[in-house]
């Protein structure tokens, strides 16, 4: 598998388990919420890809990278889903984690 798939798998499953932990949280049985358990499920899963990827990559380039990504589908998630307000040190952040990616990669 490619690193990039590698690393989208990773996000997913953690977008997944925070969409789902943050669904929890608006539930009355929180905790106790079956999506609560699925969502802590799912952040288990990432440990499998990070190994994978820490073989061939440096801990900070593929951090940085899923930290990045992580931010943005999860500023996705918090707008279109849950309808979140978004401030103008938030979009800043976002700027900022973008040109992360960019310094970043390698062409």
């Known amino acids: 598998m490619t690193t990039t798939v590698i690393l989208l798998m990773i996000v997913a499953a953690t977008a997944a388990g925070d969409y789902l932990i943050k669904a929890a949280s608006l539930n009355t049985q929180g905790i106790a919420s079956a999506k ?30 899923y930290s ?7 500023f996705a998630l918090g707008c279109f889903v849950f309808k979140e307000a978004v401030s103008a040190r938030e979009l ?16």
């Open 36 to 65: 609560f358990m699925a969502g802590a499920a799912l952040y288990a899963l990432p440990a499998i890809g990070w190994f994978s990827l820490m073989k061939n990559h440096t801990l900070a380039t593929v951090g940085i990278i």
């Open 92 to 107: 800043t952040g976002i700027g900022l984690a973008v040109a992360a990616i960019l310094v970043l990669h390698k062409t």
């Open 68 to 74: 990045c990504s992580n931010v943005l589908i999860l």
